[in-house]
């Protein structure tokens, strides 16, 4: 295991565990503030996100962007990194095995960083991280304890984008964490 970020990202940098290294442009490995205290984890890379190499950079990520700023987060204040590092063909979602092979990258950011909270971003993400079963229409925004970190899925911000109506709910979740965020400073 690497010791610090900036070794396993150099790592990770050289990965062909699985099929998807043959066709992304760039690694997707993650951005932010490595002593965060919360983390947010998508399912993978798009299009924007592999060709400029960071997660959530596209019309998606400018919605994050948003809804952090509106709760008084910003990039700089937390950690951003996804289930699989290269971009499935097409968007597609990551296969089981690609997921399988990817998610130790993740692993051992989440040992080195140690983050305290932990945000699923979308379906894929929470199911991988949190409970295969969950149903993220009905239970996001619910705190839950695993693995002696905090865990929240929030709906996906590409969701949001092809569900506007949906917003409001997401930004009570964005609160929520928020005032969790705050709860951890006191």
Known sequence: ???DLAALREECLQCKR????E???????????????????????GENEDLQGEPFVGRAGQLLDKMLAAVE??????????????RPPKNRDP?????????????????IMNPRLIVCLGRIAAARIMNPNI???????????????????MLHPAALLRNPNQKPEA???FLRLKEKLDALED
């Open 23 to 45: 066709t992304r442009h760039n690694v997707v490995f993650g951005v932010g503030n490595e002593h965060a205290k919360v983390m947010f984890i998508g399912e993978g890379p």
């Open 171 to 173: 930004f009570e979740d």
């Open 95 to 111: 296969l089981p095995e690609e997921q399988e092979e990817c998610i130790r990258w993740l692993d051992e950011q989440l040992e």
């Open 1 to 3: 295991m690497a010791k």
């Open 135 to 153: 149903k993220i229409s009905k239970e996001h925004g619910q705190w839950i304890e695993k693995d002696g970190r905090l865990m929240m899925a």
């Open 73 to 86: 987060l910003r990039r700089e204040d937390i950690y951003i990194a996804n289930i699989v590092k290269c």
């Open 18 to 21: 699985c099929g998807l290294w």
